[in-house]
């Protein structure tokens, strides 16, 4: 697999901030929108999904997930998120989850509305996940 250029990280972080304005976030008011680069080297974004029966809402970057795989990905090499916050804010732990189904060494880099950036390894966030290889 080639390598992770900047250029690709900088769509992927665009296609994200792109996404967060198709955010339906009338409760929370925190739009946030993912991207993912999948194993083809397509992107595919999402956004945040809100719901008056609030556990039935869907994070971003499962959106983008979800949507690549209904694009028929099976593989994810980096995903990217956008809030609208002065710090960067990373997936929540079912996203982590989800992001290790497909790509357990996803590059994962959280971007807001201030330079500030992190960029990390999805088994930095979720060490010791139990995924695909547990069920074997």
Do not use: H, W
């Amino acid at each position: 697999m080639t390598p992770l250029t900047a250029a690709t990280l900088r769509r992927l972080e665009k296609s994200a901030r792109v996404a967060a304005r198709a955010s339906y976030s009338p409760y929370s008011k925190f739009a946030v929108g993912a991207a993912v680069l999948a194993g083809s080297g397509k992107i595919y974004a999402g956004c945040n999904v809100e719901n008056a029966s609030y556990g039935l809402c869907n994070c971003a970057e499962r959106t983008a997930i979800f949507s690549a795989v209904a694009a028929g990905e099976k593989k994810i090499r980096a995903v990217a998120v956008f809030t609208p916050t002065p710090e960067p804010t990373m997936p929540c732990g079912a996203c982590r989850q989800v992001i290790n189904e497909f790509g357990p060494s996803a590059t994962i880099t959280s971007v807001c509305a201030s330079p500030r950036r992190i960029e990390t390894k999805l088994d930095a966030l979720l060490p010791a996940a139990f995924g695909p290889k547990d069920l074997r």
